[in-house]
């Protein structure tokens, strides 16, 4: 456990030290639960959600994108449950005034306890969550002696729920009409634009929707870095399916969407199937994708079997029809829904933990080591460092000409300083997969050094082949 915890405290400093991820507001002590991301965390939160863009998108001929507004309609969150349900049990201490989610109290006191207890502990909160019985969570909490971490007592108030969204006014005039909300999640964006992308992209159903875009959350806990936040981003997609085909929908994409984490080289033991205990009463089923971070399994995206819930839910408060007539069974129905639903910034977190390593590179006669993110290739912020062996000689000259030549392809990285170990050091650090050293065997027979990030390998090519090898491994 600590061990974990070190490593995980590592992670966030490796992320603020090399400009991946900082705190937001930092000048001014920083602003809870909200982060901004540096020059190298941008780059490489724009290459995962590209990465997932056109897997869902390009490669997928039933699905299409959409990029809908963040403010929406203050029905549309009568509709989707969010103003009456989207609330967490919470609870009070009342000495130090703090307040708790009940599931994330209960589970900190679990991990307290041998693995039997902690799990026996946990079995009886789920039962209880289920229940929705909050007397019963109170007893559970007091008759285990839950302390609050802060006044060390266990002087609770009753459990209530907590709404977490944000809500603002639209307007300059304030009344109750004008009272809009930050949108909690992107699905809602694709559920009331069913109609419009059904039109007019002629969309035959199975289809899906597909949206990337932020979403806001006013969490209680905000801890463990960037994996609660209160402003966070969600790549989602809706996949509209022939009511009594939903099982089979659901299966072939929880399948679909275990093999795109996979297929970024991480190793399947990581991952796991969670399925809900607790399911919505419209739902037929619904499961997390797990992965084993620092701190333990916890879910990074989610899988969903929302039925004809939130077509009709629009229906019925927008009085509009939001049906599709089948040609194929001359029928008209209000489809069902598969939703996929992944936080990019938990797939941030969970490509920096699995890529992160400290070597020990320590020969008989010299200690030595090094930090090294193992990216998967196509994620790098930065695929191709440029290295000058000297800063004369025609080097930087020969240097830029293959900086000019490749980075209209892909993101390189030049310089002239420091001895070159030190040079591809900091880029081991920031993921660099390839880096090419110029000296002055290159201006006799025009071949270069390539250095590989993961093995530390180097050998010889050509400069004219520089380009194409690192097209060949980011594709
Ligand atoms: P949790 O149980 O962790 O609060 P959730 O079940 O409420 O998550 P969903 O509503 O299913 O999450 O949202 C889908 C995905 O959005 C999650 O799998 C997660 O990756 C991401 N997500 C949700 N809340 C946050 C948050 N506060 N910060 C960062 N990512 C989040």
Known sequence: MSTDQNKFQAIISHCKEYGFVFQSSEIYDGLSAV??????????????????????????????????????????????????????????NKD?????????????????????????????????????????????IESNKIKCSISGTVNWTEVRQFNLMFSTQLGSVTDEASEIYLRPETAQGIFVNFLNVQKTGRMKVPFGIAQIGKAFRNEIVARQFIFRMREFEQMEMQFFVRPGTQQEWYEKWKE???????????????????????????A??????????????????????????????????????????????????????????????????LTICN????EDLSTADKQDSRVVLRLPAKLAPIKLAIFPLTKKDGLPEL?????????????????????????????????????????????????????????????????????????????
């Not at 399947?268 to 009463?281: C, N, R, S, T, V």
């Not at 002239?416 to 081991?428: L, N, P, S, T, V």
Request: charged share 30%; hydrophobic share 35%; net charge negative.
């Open 355 to 358: 890529a992160y390593a400290e």
């Open 399 to 475: 240097a830029k000409e293959l900086m000019n030549d490749c980075k209209p392809a892909f993101h390189c990285f030049y310089e002239e300083k420091d001895a070159i170990g030190r040079r591809y050091r900091r880029q081991d650090a920031i993921g660099t997969p390839f880096c090419v050293t110029i000296d002055h065997q290159t201006k006799e027979d025009g071949t270069v050094t390539i250095r590989h990030r993961d093995s530390m390998e180097q050998e010889r090519i050509p400069l004219s082949e520089v380009k194409a090898l690192v097209l060949s491994k980011i594709l």
């Open 256 to 282: 679909e969407r275990m093999q795109w984490h996979l297929s970024l080289g991480t190793d399947p033991a990581k991952y796991h199937f969670k399925d809900h205990i607790k399911l919505a009463h419209y």
């Open 96 to 140: 130090s005034k703090k307040r708790y989610r009940v599931d994330h109290l209960i589970e900190g006191h679990a991990e307290t306890l041998s693995k039997e207890a902690g799990d026996a502990l946990l079995a009886q909160m789920d039962e209880l969550l289920k229940e929705n019985d909050f007397a019963g969570l109170k007893t559970l």
């Open 35 to 92: 982060y901004d991301y540096g020059q190298y965390g941008a780059e490489l939160k724009k290459n995962i959600k590209d990465y997932w863009w056109k897997s869902m998108t390009q490669l997928h001929e039933d699905i299409v994108g959409i990029d809908a507004a963040i403010f929406m309609h203050p029905t549309t969150w009568k509709a989707s449950g969010h103003v009456d349900n989207f609330s967490d049990p919470m609870i009070d």
């Open 284 to 349: 037929d089923a619904a499961v997390d994708i797990e992965y084993e971070f620092p701190f333990g399994f916890k879910e990074v995206e989610g899988i969903h079997s929302r039925g004809d819930f939130d077509l009709k839910q629009h229906q019925e408060y927008s009085k509009k029809k939001i049906q599709y007539f089948d040609t194929e069974i001359n029928q008209n129905y209000v489809p069902y829904v598969i939703e996929t639903s992944i936080g990019l910034d938990r797939m941030f977190l």
